[in-house]
Structure formats: structure tokens, C-alpha cells
């Protein structure tokens, strides 16, 4: 499984029609196109940082879907008001609790480390930082994407409120101390995010 996800800098009057066009334009197109999973939505009302990220079947699907999706993107970042930075990822583990309801929200953790140990970090994340992240209250899914090129990746941990992912601060800042030292990575940036959209349609990969 992969994943194109675009970080985009909007103006923060414009979220609300940007996640309408997300919603109502841009998730039934890319339903159209051969090997596309879904498509999630972050966003930070205050700073109008936003991260869109679709998931894909296989690479060659998502590679192959780039000129059909550049036209869709492009329209987007207009009604965002903003500029966008778009990587691609390879999906290295999800887990699920349960579903995400209204009121959602998600933590997401950039990292980075040498690409030769990438495999060790993901291994890392699934046997001792997303067991003790299921223990927070609030709890609803975890997800953890790399690339393997540029040694970089992100974790995103979604909880079913705003109050839940506050709570879970000290702890989660703390499990990330213990990530790093056991997988020797170098913590980039933590941002805390409403989830918008929660169609990513990715299967367990505990």
C-alpha cells in the first residue's frame, strides 16, 4: 500500500469550502481512478495548515494516476487559498481501534533517520510504540508511512476528540522520546490536527 499526501498552507477563512470541495469533488474523482483506496483530510483551523493524503494499492497505481490527479489537486489549492508540498510514501503499518466519529481529531509526528534503518524502525512502531499508543484513552487508530529513499517518515494517531488528543500530550511525547532512542530516529515535527475526512480505506497492517 502507498500513499501522495499534499501539505497545504491555506487560509485559514478558507478551510470550511476547501473541505467541502474535498468532500464533494475531489473524493468521488479519485474514486474513478484505477487503484485509489480513499482519501483523508487534516486540518488546523488556526494556522491553515492542512495535509490531504490518498492511498493507493501499489506504487505503479498511484505513479500511473498522476496526471489525472494534478488537475483535481491544483483546483483544490485554489479553494484553499494556498500553496502545497507533495510527497510520496510507502504505507508501513495501520491499526484500528475503531472508527473515527464527528469531533475527531489527529496527532501527526514527522521523523527521520538513516534509510538503512528504516526497516528497524518500523519494527520499532508495531511491537512497542503502537501497542502503548492503543493504551491511551481516546484511542481510535494509528498509522505509520516511509520513505525509504529519504529515511523520512510520519505517524499519525487519531483519538475521538480534541479533549482525548490534549490529554495524551505528556504521554505521547514520551513514547516518542522512547521511540527514538530504541529505533534512532531524530523527531522533525508534531502537529495536532481536526480530522476532516477519514476515507483513507487502508486494510490492518499490524
Same mark, same amino acid.
Given at each position: 500500500?502507498?500513499? %501522495?499526501?499534499?501539505?497545504?498552507?491555506?487560509?485559514? /477563512?478558507?478551510?470550511? $469550502?476547501?473541505? *467541502?470541495?474535498?468532500?464533494?469533488?475531489?473524493? =468521488?474523482?479519485?474514486?474513478?481512478?484505477?487503484?485509489?483506496?480513499?482519501?483523508?483530510?487534516?486540518?488546523?483551523?488556526?494556522?491553515?495548515?492542512?495535509?490531504?493524503?490518498?492511498?493507493?494499492? +501499489?506504487? @505503479? *497505481?498511484?505513479? @500511473?494516476?498522476?496526471?489525472?490527479?494534478?488537475?483535481?489537486?491544483?483546483?483544490?489549492?485554489?479553494?484553499?487559498?494556498? /500553496?502545497?508540498?507533495?510527497?510520496?510514501?510507502?504505507?508501513?503499518?495501520?491499526? %484500528?481501534?475503531?472508527?473515527?466519529?464527528?469531533?475527531?481529531?489527529?496527532?501527526?509526528?514527522?521523523?527521520?533517520?538513516? =534509510?538503512?534503518?528504516?526497516? $528497524?524502525?518500523?519494527?520499532?512502531?508495531? $511491537?512497542?510504540? !503502537? =501497542? *502503548?499508543?492503543?493504551? !491511551?484513552?481516546?484511542?481510535?487508530?494509528?498509522?505509520?508511512?516511509?520513505?525509504?529513499?529519504?529515511? %523520512?517518515?510520519?505517524?499519525?494517531?487519531?483519538?475521538?476528540?480534541?479533549?482525548?488528543?490534549?490529554?495524551?500530550?505528556?504521554? +505521547?511525547? +514520551? !513514547?516518542?522520546?522512547?521511540?527514538?532512542?530504541?529505533?534512532?530516529?531524530?523527531?522533525?515535527?508534531?502537529?495536532?490536527?481536526?480530522?476532516?475526512?477519514?476515507?483513507?480505506?487502508?486494510? @490492518?497492517?499490524?
Amino acid at each position: 500500500m502507498f500513499a %501522495r499526501s499534499t501539505r497545504i498552507q491555506a487560509r485559514p /477563512s478558507a478551510i470550511d $469550502s476547501g473541505i *467541502a470541495y474535498m468532500r464533494d469533488e475531489v473524493l =468521488p474523482a479519485l474514486r474513478e481512478i484505477p487503484g485509489c483506496m480513499g482519501l483523508s483530510l487534516l486540518v488546523d483551523r488556526d494556522t491553515g495548515h492542512c495535509i490531504a493524503t490518498s492511498s493507493w494499492e +501499489s506504487r @505503479e *497505481a498511484m505513479d @500511473e494516476s498522476k496526471d489525472r490527479v494534478a488537475p483535481i489537486r491544483d483546483r483544490g489549492l485554489v479553494t484553499f487559498g494556498g /500553496s502545497a508540498q507533495i510527497q510520496d510514501w510507502e504505507i508501513a503499518g495501520l491499526h %484500528r481501534a475503531h472508527r473515527v466519529g464527528e469531533g475527531a481529531c489527529a496527532r501527526a509526528t514527522w521523523v527521520k533517520t538513516e =534509510p538503512s534503518r528504516i526497516d $528497524s524502525a518500523v519494527k520499532v512502531y508495531k $511491537s512497542a510504540t !503502537l =501497542p *502503548a499508543m492503543e493504551q !491511551l484513552d481516546g484511542f481510535c487508530s494509528a498509522s505509520l508511512m516511509v520513505n525509504r529513499r529519504t529515511g %523520512r517518515a510520519v505517524s499519525c494517531t487519531s483519538y475521538d476528540s480534541a479533549a482525548a488528543m490534549r490529554a495524551s500530550r505528556e504521554q +505521547s511525547a +514520551s !513514547l516518542r522520546v522512547d521511540a527514538a532512542r530504541q529505533a534512532g530516529v531524530e523527531a522533525l515535527d508534531v502537529r495536532e490536527f481536526e480530522l476532516a475526512l477519514a476515507h483513507l480505506r487502508v486494510p @490492518e497492517m499490524a
